[in-house]
T-cell receptor, first 114, second 113 residues
Framework: GAVVSQHPSWVICKSGTSVKIECRSL??????MFWYRQFPKQSLMLMAT?????????EQGVEKDKFLINHASLTLSTLTVTSAHPEDSSFYIC??????????FGPGTRLLVL | GESVGLHLPTLSVQEGDNSIINCAYS??????FIWYKQESGKGPQFIID?????DKRQGQRVTVLLNKTVKHLSLQIAATQPGDSAVYFC????????????FGAGTRLAVHP
């Protein structure tokens, strides 16, 4: 089956610093990847759609200058949380689109901003 | 509209019983639906999907039912096992929606021995 990895699996950082999260499709190519955020006991909320070779498309209310997305290759998308603050602490999950519509999800990255 | 969960309802079942998890979806134009299982601290895992031209689809120990009239989706798990304990989410998308998934609020399934 299609496998998606994320790195790191968890990260703790100081307020004001930037954190980069990687999402990789290991055994397939994905022109489209998605980034989600999930707060405790809540559902997944789509943050943005990452398209290989073009700018990401952000959902309403998501600050594109704060959550920088780069999709430089067919197997890698990165999410950078810039100037992180405690309210950015969350579980960040990516997915990669395999084929026409099937999304495979990564294991998630837990971010804690102190 | 989007479905945002502020709390997770819990379904408690005995091991061996059948479980039924329900979901009300939001967009009448949605034509593709998926059920995901999420264990604590992990990403969602695909369980089963169904398109809007179908009412029922079966997998191994799981069945998904779709009622488009009332915008309702259900997941039936036969002979529920302790390993089925997790949070279950339904998700919807529609053609022309750029493959975006809208997730439901989720239901926690607790299986007791």
């Amino acid at each position: 089956g299609a496998v998606v990895s994320q790195h790191p699996s968890w990260v703790i950082c100081k307020s004001g610093t930037s954190v980069k999260i990687e999402c990789r499709s290991l055994d397939f190519q994905a022109t489209t990847m998605f980034w989600y955020r999930q707060f405790p006991k809540q559902s997944l909320m789509l943050m943005a759609t990452s398209n290989e070779g073009s700018k990401a498309t952000y959902e309403q209310g998501v600050e594109k200058d704060k959550f920088l997305i780069n999709h430089a290759s067919l197997t890698l998308s990165t999410l950078t949380v810039t100037s992180a603050h405690p309210e950015d602490s969350s579980f960040y999950i990516c997915s990669a689109l395999a084929g026409v519509e099937t999304q495979y999800f990564g294991p998630g990255t837990r971010l804690l901003v102190l | 509209g989007e479905s945002v969960g502020l709390h997770l309802p819990t379904l408690s079942v005995q091991e061996g019983d059948n479980s039924i998890i329900n979901c009300a979806y939001s967009n009448s134009a949605s034509d593709y639906f998926i059920w995901y299982k999420q264990e604590s601290g992990k990403g969602p895992q695909f369980i089963i999907d169904i398109r809007s031209n179908m009412d029922k689809r079966q997998g191994q120990r799981v069945t998904v039912l779709l009622n488009k009239t009332v915008k309702h989706l259900s997941l039936q798990i036969a002979a529920t096992q302790p390993g089925d304990s997790a949070v279950y989410f339904c998700a919807e998308s529609f053609s022309g929606g750029y493959n975006k998934l809208i997730f439901g609020a989720g239901t926690r399934l607790a299986v007791h021995p």
